[in-house]
Nanobody, 115 residues
């Protein structure tokens, strides 16, 4: 069974930065797209960013210019670099990976932006 393990979350002040990691148990070549979602209490889950095997990326309007998604195939890891963080970025961030047949999720990592 595929496992996705998120890490890198924590408490950061507004304007600060965090780098989230999503480590997969095995090669990520089999995932045609991977990405990050987030969910804050009382709000719907929203797509933050995606990246394909061809390194095509997409971002939510709310994070464009501040967040960068990338992948390191040798390390079987996807990253989300988050800069200029705002309190409204506070949420649990989930890693997502998809094959043509299956959809996998990590357990999430908490990001809290507060002074």
């Amino acid at each position: 069974q595929v496992q996705l393990v998120e890490s890198g979350g924590g408490l950061v002040q507004p304007g600060g930065s965090l780098r989230l990691s999503c480590a997969a148990s095995g090669s990520i070549f089999r995932f045609y797209v991977m990405g990050w979602y987030r969910q804050a209490p009382g709000k719907q889950r929203e797509l933050v960013a995606t990246i394909t095997n061809g390194n095509s990326t997409n971002y939510a309007d709310s994070v464009k210019g501040r967040f960068t998604i990338s992948r390191d195939n040798a390390k079987n890891t996807v990253y989300l670099q988050m800069n200029s963080l705002k309190p409204e970025d506070t949420a649990v961030y989930y890693c997502d990976a998809r094959t043509t047949s299956y959809h996998y999720w990590g357990q999430g990592t908490q990001v809290t932006v507060s002074s």
